[in-house]
């Protein structure tokens, strides 16, 4: 007998924005089809993502459309246009038919603004929204503007009919307990597409970029912001610890801000064996790998911040080792598969003693954390991550499901 693949909406209302808001959706879509669903993507204007990042998928732009929606959906268009979220709302309301998704997944509510799935949460109450419903809380609940919703237990209107998800276990903690609602939610692993990197590889990127064979190679991606990437953290650690061989930091990725850049500075700047390169800008998707494949490790380490960051799950993706805090999400990942090089929070001292670990380590010891970092690759892989989504939502009522799922999904 066939089996009838799941068919699943994936609504990403701020696709349009630029970082996780663009990429985030493409990476659930293609995780679900990986299981065998056919899977549209929609979102309400022309996406931020990167040219041919979507090419396979199938997607339903509205701007694009909405002249040929009916007159309702032209009438509220310019009264919805700055609220991606009612827009994709309407849309859902008034042209899809209850039953036509297995599932429908919403990608990103507003940040830190919980107030914006009541529109959703009433639609599905009146009987106007009738999905299976699923969403991904990607941010803090503020304390004292949550407090009325608290108080009356507000958030069990809010959330009865939708099914939420949080890639963070502390952040899944701190808004249960500002929902007061302890049993509501699901955790899961941010996702990541393994792409190991070899000896090969390195041996040939870092030919590419200029950079010795023998060097020890540390890589700051993504957005350049100063004190928010803790950049002058490490430069404070660096400042007066001795380089007794060749350290290679590359900053690769857009500049934020008009900070000054502490690695600019003439004790850093002309510090033996220190050696730093900047390329601050926009990096295409197909040199990603160009850069953490010469790397030995990567700085993701960002202070209290209770997910983790694109750039952890990057490093990884590419089996390379990333400096982080071991607090929070990143902290936990790194002791429940034994990978990385944690490092204590607002400790400067700490984050001297890591690096200097990474610094002295020899090749037998980074072989065994990259074969560690691979196999957890694996197991974070957005095939597992999006199954275990599925198993969750679409677990037999009579078997019940479990409210926290495992912390490994199952290997593909």
Not at 44 to 62: I, K, M, N, Q
Not at 125 to 154: I, P
Not at 169 to 177: A, K, S, V
Request: contains cysteine; proline residues 7%.
């Amino acid at each position: 007998m066939s089996h009838t693949p799941r068919t699943i909406l994936v609504v990403a209302p701020f696709m349009h924005r630029p970082g996780h808001y663009a990429t985030y959706p493409v990476d659930l879509a293609r995780g679900f089809t990986a299981n065998g669903a056919r899977v549209t993507l929609v979102h309400p204007f022309p996406t931020a993502a990167e040219p041919g990042l979507t090419s396979d998928l199938e997607t339903v732009c509205l701007q694009d459309g909405h002249a040929s929606f009916g007159r309702i959906m032209t009438f509220l268009w310019p009264r919805l246009i700055r609220h991606p979220i009612r827009l994709c709302l309407a849309w859902l309301i008034l042209h899809t038919r209850p039953g036509s998704f297995d599932l429908v997944y919403w990608t990103d509510l507003e940040p830190d603004n919980q107030q914006s799935s009541w529109p959703m949460g009433l639609a599905a109450w009146l009987g106007l929204y009738r999905h299976r419903t699923a969403f991904t809380e990607h941010y803090n609940f503020s304390w004292s503007r949550h407090r009325w919703q608290r108080l009356l237990r507000l958030d069990r209107v809010r959330l009865r009919h939708l099914e939420l998800f949080v890639h963070s276990r502390q952040l899944l903690d701190w808004i249960r307990l500002n929902m007061r609602w302890q049993n509501k939610g699901h955790y899961l692993p941010w996702g990541l597409w393994p792409d190991p990197a070899s000896e090969e590889d390195r041996a040939s990127c870092r030919a590419a970029l200029d950079i010795p064979a023998d060097a020890r190679v540390l890589l700051v991606f993504g957005m350049q912001a100063i004190r928010r990437k803790n950049i002058d953290t490490l430069a404070e650690a660096l400042r007066e610890l001795p380089l007794p061989a060749p350290l290679f930091v590359l900053f690769v990725g857009k500049r934020v801000g008009h900070e000054p850049h502490p690695f600019d500075e003439p004790a850093l700047a002309t510090k033996a064996n220190l050696h730093v390169r900047h390329e601050e800008a926009f990096v295409a998707n197909e040199r990603v790998k160009l850069y953490f494949a010469a790397a030995d490790a990567v700085w993701a380490y960002y202070g209290d911040f209770q997910g983790a960051s694109g750039v952890f799950a990057q490093a990884i993706a590419h089996a390379r080792l990333p400096i982080c805090a071991a607090a929070s999400e990143s902290g936990e990942l790194c002791r429940s598969h034994g990978i990385g090089l944690p490092t204590p929070t607002d400790d400067v001292a700490g984050v001297r003693t890591v690096i200097r670990r990474f610094l002295s380590m020899d090749r037998g010891e980074q072989a065994r954390l990259e074969a560690a970092t691979q196999g957890a690759a694996q197991v974070m892989s957005w095939t597992n991550i999006t199954r275990g989504i599925l198993d969750i939502v679409f677990a037999d009522p009579s078997g019940g499901s479990p409210d926290t799922p495992p912390d490994r999904p199952r290997r593909t």
